[in-house]
């Protein structure tokens, strides 16, 4: 690996600013010790321009941020599984086009957050693994299918929390019961396209309190990643670090899953086989 290279990119804090560095010893599955050793480097992957600068430090797994510095706005497909499909009694009205809307940057968060709830989100919280991507250097506009995933600079977990309180959040538009702060936490690592390979076979999980609630794999995607961003494109710029939530499986707590929601206290853990696992805690306020 040359300095200007990378495959696996962390982001924490150094000497007061964020900073990302290369895992010196990243593991085929994802998993991170309590203690890693990164390369630091200097740049952003999204301006192409990282460079590993040969310095070599120790940091804390907890202290890892979310691995993105620049993001102008976070993308969700919906309904992109055909486990969700079923679930939610939509077969008959299957999407012929991925059905994209949208979440405030601010909804960003980093691997290991602790999520405070707004008093409006408590109410059937719930969750949603996603295999998460991003956009790198150039802008992306009218791509076909086949140029698409060349303009993808790196793969990353994450979880789209939900709030579905019937009550109070049904007469409104359902964007806003994902778009509390901090409900979508992603991370630890961005891992380099060339390492994940075909992203349609990646296998997920999902963990409540260390119990597995939900599973599935990428390959039961409607829409896989290149034909998520063939269509943004379509008629519109996507801009450089643009974030894309790529869709859950079935099996979250409100639809096909256990029913049982997230409370106060409580941990979700999600993991996405070659990139890594996203742990929340939740603390109502």
């Known amino acids: 690996m040359t300095a200007n290279s990378w495959t696996h990119l962390v982001r924490f804090e150094l000497d007061g600013t964020s900073s990302f560095g290369q895992l010196c010893e990243p593991t085929e599955d994802g998993k991170l010790n309590d203690i890693i050793e990164v390369n630091v480097a200097t740049g952003d992957p999204v301006l192409g321009n990282i460079k590993q600068t040969g310095q070599i430090i120790a940091v804390a797994r907890e ?3 979310s691995p993105v510095a620049t993001c102008p706005i976070v993308s969700i497909v919906g309904l992109n599984y055909n486990t969700h499909i079923d679930e939610t009694g939509q077969r008959a009205t299957l999407p012929i086009v991925p059905p994209i809307f949208y979440k405030p940057r601010l909804s960003l968060a980093g691997p290991y957050s602790l999520i405070k709830v707004h008093k409006l989100g408590q109410e059937c919280l719930d969750y949603e693994p996603e295999l998460v991507f991003q956009t790198g250097p150039e802008p992306v506009k009218d791509v076909s299918e086949t140029e698409a995933q060349k ?4 793969y990353t977990t994450g979880c789209d929390f939900s709030a579905r309180d019937g009550k109070i959040l049904q007469r409104l538009d359902f964007c806003f019961g994902k778009s509390f702060d ?14 994940v390979g075909n992203p349609t076979k990646l296998f997920m999980k999902t963990k409540l309190n260390e119990v597995v609630v939900q599973t599935g794999n990428t390959a039961d995607m409607i829409f896989d990643c290149a034909k998520i961003l063939s269509f943004m494109s379509s008629g519109t710029t996507i801009e450089p670090g643009t974030i894309v939530f790529t869709g859950s499986p079935g099996g979250s707590a409100h639809f096909g899953g256990t029913g049982v929601y ?11 086989e070659k990139i890594g696992s996203v742990c929340a805690c939740f603390k109502f306020d």
């Open 151 to 154: 303009y993808i600079v790196g």
């Open 182 to 195: 901090q409900f979508s936490p992603m991370g630890p690592v961005l891992v380099h396209p060339t390492i």
């Open 63 to 65: 202290k890892l941020l």
């Open 262 to 272: 997230i409370v106060s206290g409580d941990k979700v853990e999600v993991q996405i």
